[in-house]
């Protein structure tokens, strides 16, 4: 294998490589065993994807009650639907759009969000562009107050990373209303933090 990296490639990328098909291989073949009604492969697969899935929700209701119950729901869907699972994307990308519609789904049933728990102290910080752990939950308080089409579009996208057509398919809107859900969502944010800043100086 080490042969047929390039000369500079350090050892540690090659073990990191390794390490990254090792896991990818093993993941498959846990849920090619959970398509057989293997529970036992099925819950690796639990415990691999709980943490981000109830990240998402928790990203996506503000609610960490709410969030708790849309992951476990969203893995239960998931046992239910494994069948359906192709292998054209990674697993985890499934999973994800599995959660995002049992969030979408809930969200639609439900008249209480604008009375959701602004809470999201448990959940991995967007990428640390702000000076200090203050100014960091003023972003959190942020983005769980933005509107939420705009808010969803922004943690699939901007939190984690998955491109506007990938977005777009997962919340059912067109790839130019995400970017436009976006924009909207950067624009709030800077408008709202601008606004704590003033009310501190």
Known sequence: MQAALPANTGTSEVVVVALEADTAAAELRWVRKAQEADSSAFEKLYRAHIGRVYGLCLRMTGNPSEAEDCAQE?????????????????????????????????MRKSKREQDRIRAVSDVAPVRQTVADDGELRDLEQAINELPSGARHVFVLNA?????HGETGSMLGIAEGTSKAQLSRARRLLVQQLESGHDERD
């Open 74 to 106: 969203a893995f239960i869907q998931a046992w239910n639907k494994l069948d359906k699972f192709r292998g054209d994307s990674a697993f985890g990308t499934w999973l994800h759009r599995v959660a995002v519609n049992v969030v979408l789904g809930r």
């Open 159 to 163: 939190v984690y990373g998955y491109s």
